[in-house]
């Protein structure tokens, strides 16, 4: 088990508040991703981190924005929740180098009405 | 524009008998192809991978073939089970610098297993 816990796992909220999820990994892996999964899209990069303060934008990053002050904690950040952020986030970390093998954690269901 | 395709939205086979989980790529730069497995309410968990250097790689019930010239993959488990019922992701890793999880995925197949 390569140890990541995201929270909250569930989490409700209006359009226009801010939300952050929290990822947390005990292993001391440099890289870190926040990927989002919606019906007919698969999972898609938003923000990925190779390090503390590291951080680089993937595929559909607008309207998140990541921070990565300790090697173990990474951040998701909407600045300002809109219904097309609606979805279920995963973190995950990559356990093993150049191989693209990637472990996720359980993800967090975010509602916003 | 999609890099990574899976056609089949779902797929129904009978407990015992092969399961094909197929997947069509677009773009011959990507230099490792991965299988995902997601059970409801889970995050995707890591199945097996195969480098674009070599054709075949196997792991117990699971092989993955990768066909470069028609960029294609699949994903054969036999003897296919009930716990395999599942949606399987087909993702690519891209040949650049940088990230090593930066990877492409497919939007899914939903393999359902009967007794």
């Known amino acids: 088990d390569a140890g990541i816990t995201q929270s909250p796992r569930h989490k409700v909220t209006e359009t226009g508040t801010p939300v952050t999820l929290r990822c947390h990994q005990t292993?001391?892996?440099?890289?870190m991703y926040w990927y989002r999964q919606d019906p007919g899209h698969g999972l898609r990069l938003i923000h990925y981190s190779y390090g503390v303060k590291d951080t680089d934008k993937g595929e559909v990053s607008d309207g998140y924005s990541v921070s990565r002050s300790k090697t173990e904690d990474f951040l998701l950040t909407l600045e300002s929740a809109t219904s097309s952020q609606t979805s279920v986030y995963f973190c995950?970390?990559?356990?093993?180098?150049?191989?693209?093998?990637?472990?996720f954690g359980e993800g967090s269901r975010l509602t916003v009405l | 524009d999609q890099q990574v395709k899976q056609n089949s939205p779902s797929l129904s086979v009978q407990e015992g008998r092969i399961s094909i989980l197929n997947c069509d790529y677009t773009?011959?730069?990507?230099?490792?192809f991965l299988w995902y497995k997601k059970y409801p309410a889970e995050g995707p968990t890591f199945l097996i991978s195969?480098?674009?250097?070599?054709d075949k790689n196997e792991d117990g019930r699971f092989t993955v073939f990768l066909n470069k010239s028609a960029k294609h993959l699949s994903l054969h488990i036999v003897p296919s089970q009930p716990g395999d019922s599942a949606v399987y992701f087909c993702?690519?890793?891209?040949?650049?610098?940088?990230?090593?999880?930066?990877?492409?995925f497919g939007k899914g197949t939903k393999l359902s297993v009967k007794p």
């Open positions: 292993e001391n892996h440099r890289y």
């Open positions: 773009n011959s730069m990507f230099d490792y």
């Open positions: 195969i480098s674009s250097i070599k």
């Open positions: 995950a970390i990559s356990p093993k180098a150049n191989t693209g093998e990637l472990f």
């Open positions: 993702a690519a890793r891209g040949r650049y610098g940088g990230s090593q999880g930066n990877l492409i």
